[in-house]
């Protein structure tokens, strides 16, 4: 037979084609993973450039933004120039005995109407001589006393948050200058010390109205206009526009 004369030639031929083969496949998957590695890098780097495109995108219209103290200047608030007067405490015109919170033997006359007391620190701050409905007039007594004969809830909010801080605190009224100011259509109250550079702001604020579980929403933001800082650094809404009204302050 002629082609087992040539079986050695054959076997080497068919080697070379399995080789060719391989070699062939090889180089065409090795093509393959090149190129889904192109592809793959081009996908990054398109997504790369539109990430930097949106950045700078981003950055620029920050930068362009202008400062938002054309928005502040449109919240509405009022100068405290007018001296607070808190409505009457009572139109019934009676003594009435209070104990004393120190001394257990110790009575004092309460007047509601009158807006007086016979305790030693309604005279020793002369509160007899602030006009009526003044602020600095109040002692522990006459809050106590309105809180259990008057009707508490029909006093102004921001009032009401004055009385539930001197009801609540051992000392007593602060000698504090308080006036009238309007803020986003509500009304505040600030209050200068006799005595210092402390104001104290009676106003709504969010957040803390909600904790405090208060039925106003008021709370009192002491500031020292000296050092221009809010007490513990908690600074009320709008602290801005009251920090103009504490700076605009004439005595
Ligand atoms: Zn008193």
């Known amino acids: 037979m002629v082609w087992q004369n040539h079986i050695g030639i054959i076997i080497i031929l068919l080697l070379i084609a399995c080789v060719f083969l391989w070699k062939f496949s090889k180089t065409k998957a090795a093509a393959k993973k090149t190129q889904a590695f192109t592809s793959e890098k081009i996908e990054f780097e398109n997504k790369e450039q539109t ?14 933004q202008k400062p938002d103290d054309n928005r502040k200047e449109e919240i509405h ?15 019934v015109d009676e003594e009435i005995k209070i104990r004393s919170f120190r001394k257990r033997n110790k009575f004092y006359s309460v007047n509601l109407f009158n807006q007086t007391c016979t ?9 007899s001589t602030y006009d009526k409905h003044d602020y600095r007039r109040l002692c522990k007594h006459l809050v106590r006393i309105l809180y259990e004969f008057g009707d508490i809830d029909l006093m102004p909010p921001a009032f009401k948050c004055l009385l539930d801080e001197m009801n609540d ?3 007593g ?17 600030v209050g200068k010390s006799e005595v210092s550079e402390w104001f104290y702001v009676a106003t709504k604020d969010r957040k803390r109205g909600i ?8 709370r009192i933001f002491p500031y020292n206009r000296k050092i221009g800082q809010w007490r513990n ?8 526009q009251i920090e103009r009204m ?6």
Do not use: M
């Open 51 to 64: 990430h930097k495109k949106r950045n700078s995108e981003l950055v620029e219209a920050v930068q362009n």
């Open 173 to 189: 009224a602060r000698r504090a200058d308080y006036r009238i100011a309007e803020l986003k259509n509500f009304e505040i109250l």
């Open 211 to 218: 904790k405090t579980k208060n039925t106003h929403g008021y």
């Open 119 to 127: 305790c030693d620190r309604f005279t020793r701050d002369k509160k």
């Open 246 to 251: 504490i700076n605009s302050w004439k005595e």
């Open 169 to 171: 605190c051992e000392w």
């Open 77 to 91: 608030f009022t100068y405290p120039t007018t001296r607070y007067k808190f409505p009457p405490l009572s139109d």
């Open 233 to 240: 650094g908690y600074a009320p809404t709008y602290n801005v």
